[in-house]
Nanobody, 124 residues
Framework: QAQLVESGGGLVQAGGSLRLSCAASGRTFSNYAMGWFRQAPGKERELVAAINWSGGTTYYADSVKGRFAISRDNAKNTMYLQMNSLRPEDTAVYYC?????????????????WGQGTQVTVSS
């Protein structure tokens, strides 16, 4: 069973940057695709970015394309989300998740393990 722990959230002004980290343990990290999701108050959880097992293939939601970058370091069992040019609408709880597949996945149903989430708040 995988354990995922997010860190790096916080309060930032619009236009600022944050880097989220997701530390994984309990399974062979490099065997599985990973993703970052977010959930804003009153909204459904949505996929922000995803990455395949090697890091060679990535996906971004249109709302963050060009501003966010997902990456992973399999040697450190860690995934990252670099968030630049943050906007107030990026405010949400951000979750990392581990898929049961090696290839990139966009459906929440294809992610089996989830972290506890980290709050990101962007002030205007």
């Amino acid at each position: 069973q995988a354990q995922l722990v997010e860190s790096g959230g916080g309060l930032v002004q619009a236009g600022g940057s944050l880097r989220l980290s997701c530390a994984a343990s309990g399974r062979t990290f490099s065997n599985y695709a990973m993703g970052w999701f977010r959930q804003a108050p009153g909204k459904e959880r949505e996929l922000v970015a995803a990455i395949n097992w090697s890091g060679g293939t990535t996906y971004y939601a249109d709302s963050v394309k060009g501003r966010f970058a997902i990456s992973r370091d399999n040697a450190k069992n860690t995934m990252y989300l670099q968030m630049n040019s943050l906007r107030p609408e990026d405010t949400a709880v951000y979750y990392c998740a581990e898929s049961t597949y090696v290839t990139l996945r966009s459906s929440q149903r294809e992610y089996r393990y989830w972290g506890q989430g980290t709050q990101v708040t962007v002030s205007s």
